[in-house]
């Protein structure tokens, strides 16, 4: 009985600790991923130009959130404010961009490629995490069983 505890523990323990550690990661990165691909799915598509920068500061430093603006193909100029914040700034003021953007409700939108470092940096800090796990699992697996 012994054993098999002391068995469970090892190959079971840490190894399944880091796989789900990095399975919510890459989740994460995964699903901002997917709701993107879906809402560009049946959006429109507009030039737009970045006519601001709003800036949130806090203990840690500033942000800066792209405020852009389009003309939709009803002929409505309408002003979005981006939910995606980066620094240094990801744009500059003046700069062109593309937005996505639905035809019920042009001021749900997003800008093409927002975000994309982020979901990348999650997905891959939580596949290198996930494999970290694999990898230690089958370490203490091959110690646990075939080295006795």
């Given at each position: 009985m012994k054993l098999f505890r002391k068995i469970k523990e090892s190959i079971f323990g840490v190894p399944l600790f880091l796989f789900l550690f990095g399975l919510v990661f890459?989740?994460?990165?995964?699903?901002l991923t997917y709701h993107q691909i879906i809402f560009k799915m049946d959006a429109l598509q507009a030039p737009g130009e970045v006519i601001g920068l709003s800036e949130s500061c806090d203990n840690d430093g500033c942000v800066y959130r792209p405020?852009?603006?389009?003309?939709?193909?009803?002929?409505?100029?309408?002003?979005?404010?981006?939910?995606?914040?980066s620094y240094p700034p990801e744009y500059q003021v003046g700069e062109a961009v593309n937005i996505y953007y639905k035809s019920d409700n042009p001021q749900k939108a997003i800008i093409a490629g927002e975000g994309g470092i982020f979901?990348?940096?999650?997905m891959a800090i939580g596949g290198i995490v996930m494999l970290g796990g694999v990898v230690f699992f089958g370490v203490n697996l091959y110690n646990s069983f075939l080295t006795r």
């Open positions: 890459f989740g994460i990165g995964a699903g405020d852009v603006r389009f003309t939709t193909v009803a002929g409505e100029t309408v002003y979005y404010h981006s939910t995606y914040g979901r990348i940096i999650f």
